[in-house]
DNA sequence: ACTATTTATTACCCGTGGGTAATATACGGG
DNA sequence: CCCGTATATTACCCACGGGTAATAAATAGT
C-alpha cells in the first residue's frame, strides 16, 4: 500500500491527514443517516439522542465529537436535503426548454427527492426546534424553491407554454402536492418513487399548461426519463448507493464537512 | 328576566342543570380553541399545559378538570376538526351533481376548512402523539376522508365528468395540495381562505376534468359561492361565532361534551 | 345558614432527556 | 518507546414539564 520512500517527508503528512479526515466524515455522515431515519420515524421529540447513538453502537457523548447538539443534527439533516433540491433546480435550470419544460422537470425530480429520507427532512421536520440562526438559513432556502416553481411558471405563461395563472398561487397548489408526497410515501409501498414522480408530474402540470398531453389513458414516457437517479439513499442499503452526492458535481459538500470545532 | 312564578318547579331543577352543563361544556371549549392556537403556533412539544393554563387565566391542574392529560387535549382537537371534515363531506355526498361536481364542491370545503385552526389540527398534529386508541380512531377516519376523494374521482370517470386516471394518485395529489394549505395560510395574509378555496378548487380538478372551465383568466364564481361559512373559529373575535357548529346539524356534538368522568 | 359537590389553587413528585466533566483507550509521529 | 491528539466511555447534573395530592374557594340545593 504505502511503499513509497523518500516522498513520505512530502506526502505522510498529507495523505494520513486525509484519510483520517475522510473516516471522520464518514461517520458524521453515518450519524445524519442514522438520525434522519429515526427523526422521521419517531418524530423528532421522541428520538433521543441515546436512541441515535444506539443504533450506531455507540453512547450519547460520543455524538458530541461531532455536533454540538441535537438541533444541529437536525439542522445538518435539513441541510443535505437542502443542498440536493439545490442541485435539482440548478440543474433544471441549466437544461433548456420552455418554462413548461423547466417546471416538468422540476416537478419529477422533486417529487421523486420526495420519497427519499433527505427529502422528507425538508417537510416534515419543524423549522422551530431549530436555532434561531438556523431557522432564518432554511427560511431564506425555502422562500428560493418557492421561487423557483414561481419563476418557472412565470416564464411558461411568457412564452406561452403555460396557461395564465397566479404564478403564486400555482406554485403552492404544485409544491404543497409534492411536498405532502414526503408524508405518505413508504419505500416499502405499492409505487415506486420513480412511478409517482413521473404519474405526479404529468397531473400537477397539466391542470395549466396550454397545450394538453393527453394521451391513451394516463402516462407513457414523460420527457426523457431520467433513468434510476436514486437520491438521497434514504437507508436502502441495496448496494449502489453513495455516488448519488459525489456525482452532483461542484455545488455539493460545499459549506457542509465543516464540523470539528470545539 | 327569570319573573316566573310557579312552574320553577318544573323548570328549576333542569334550567339550572342544563345551564352549569352549558356553562362547563363553553369552558371545556374553550380550553380546546386556545390549546389548539397555541399547539399550531408553538408546536405540540414546545406548548406546556401551563402556557395552555395561563392564556385561559387559569392554573395546570385546572384543566385536569375537563381533561385525562396533554394527548386528550390533542385528540379532542383533532376531533373537533374531524367533525367537520365529515360535515363537508356528508353535505357534498348529499347534494347531486357529477363526479367532478362533487369533487369540486368537496375542495371547496376542505380547502377552506384547511385555512382554520381545527382543520389545520387534521394535518399539523402527529398521530404518534396521540395514544394507542385514539391513534386508530384517526387513521381509521383519515381513510375514510382519502376514500371519499378516491370515491368522487372514480364515479366522476364512471359517469364521464372526469378522465380516465388512477383515482389513487389523483385524489393523493390532490388532497395532498389541499392540506399543504394548512401548512402555509395564514389568516393575517394577502389572501383570503374563501379566494385560496375557489382557486384551489379550479386549479386542482381542472387537471383532470374533461370539459375545461377555461374561462377567461383566473376565476370568477364557482358553482354556488358558499357565502361566508366561517367554519371553525379560528381564535378570531370577530363577533359572528358559534352557529358555524350548531348550525353544522345533528351529526355535530355527537360523541364529544362526554367529558367529566374522574 | 348548612352541607355537598364542583371547580380551582398551591405545592410537590419524578421520569425524561439534553448536555457536560472526568477519564480511559486507540493511534500516528518523532 | 513515549507523547500528544482524537475519540470514546462512565457517571453525573439539572431544567423542564406532565401529572398528582392536599386543600381552599365558589355554587347549588335544602
Request: charged share 30%; proline share 3%; glycine share 8%.
Amino acid at each position: 500500500m504505502d511503499a513509497r520512500y523518500p516522498l513520505s517527508n512530502t506526502e505522510s503528512p498529507w495523505l494520513p491527514f486525509e484519510s483520517r479526515r475522510r473516516a471522520r466524515d464518514e461517520k458524521r455522515e453515518a450519524v445524519l443517516r442514522t438520525a434522519v431515519a429515526l427523526f422521521l420515524e419517531q418524530g423528532y421529540h421522541r428520538a433521543t439522542l441515546n436512541d441515535v447513538a444506539k443504533r450506531l453502537h455507540i453512547t450519547k457523548p460520543a455524538l458530541y465529537n461531532y455536533f454540538r447538539g441535537k438541533d444541529e443534527i437536525l439542522f445538518e439533516c435539513w441541510s443535505i436535503g437542502h443542498e440536493l433540491v439545490d442541485d435539482c433546480i440548478a440543474e433544471t435550470s441549466a437544461g433548456g426548454g420552455s418554462g413548461l419544460d423547466k417546471l416538468r422537470k422540476l416537478t419529477i425530480r422533486y417529487a421523486e427527492l420526495m420519497t427519499t429520507d433527505y427529502g422528507k427532512s425538508l417537510v416534515r421536520f419543524d423549522l422551530r426546534d431549530l436555532s434561531e440562526h438556523n431557522r432564518k438559513i432554511v427560511q431564506t432556502a425555502k422562500r428560493r424553491i418557492d421561487r423557483a416553481f414561481r419563476d418557472y411558471i412565470a416564464s411558461g405563461i411568457a412564452d406561452g407554454s403555460v396557461r395564465p395563472c397566479d404564478p403564486k398561487l400555482a406554485a403552492f397548489a404544485i409544491a404543497g402536492s409534492l411536498n405532502w408526497i414526503g408524508h405518505w410515501f413508504q419505500p416499502g409501498g405499492e409505487q415506486t418513487g420513480h412511478a409517482v414522480a413521473e404519474e405526479f408530474a404529468i397531473r400537477l402540470t397539466e391542470g395549466i399548461a396550454k397545450t394538453t398531453t393527453q394521451m391513451a389513458s394516463t402516462r407513457k414516457k414523460a420527457d426523457k426519463p431520467p433513468r434510476k437517479r436514486n437520491v438521497g439513499n434514504a437507508s436502502r442499503e441495496d448496494g449502489s448507493e453513495h455516488h448519488t452526492r459525489a456525482a452532483a458535481g461542484a455545488a455539493g459538500q460545499s459549506k457542509r464537512a465543516r464540523g470539528r470545532l470545539r
